[in-house]
């Protein structure tokens, strides 16, 4: 049986149908949304595959990993998502 999360839903990701990473005790998704107000979890890896056509990114549990000059890949990313405007 897999497990669940505290709030509610499947642990399991929207696009590929695959369980999501879970480390420590907790699962590690990116949360999007669709043009009808629904939230859904997805892989980050799965992520850029789904985003476009009314379907945006609206956060997640992210696993932090030190990428070049000792940033995390979430402050990576943000600082992307504030460059593209």
Known sequence: MAKTFKTGGVPFCWHC???????????YFALVGDPAGHEHRV???????????????????????KVGAGRTADELHNAKVE???
């Open 43 to 65: 892989h980050k890896d799965c992520l850029r595959l789904v985003l476009g056509d009314g379907i945006r990114e609206i956060g997640g549990n992210y696993a932090t990993r």
């Open 17 to 27: 149908g695959k369980q999501l990473m879970r480390k420590k005790g907790s699962f």
């Open 83 to 85: 460059a593209a405007g």
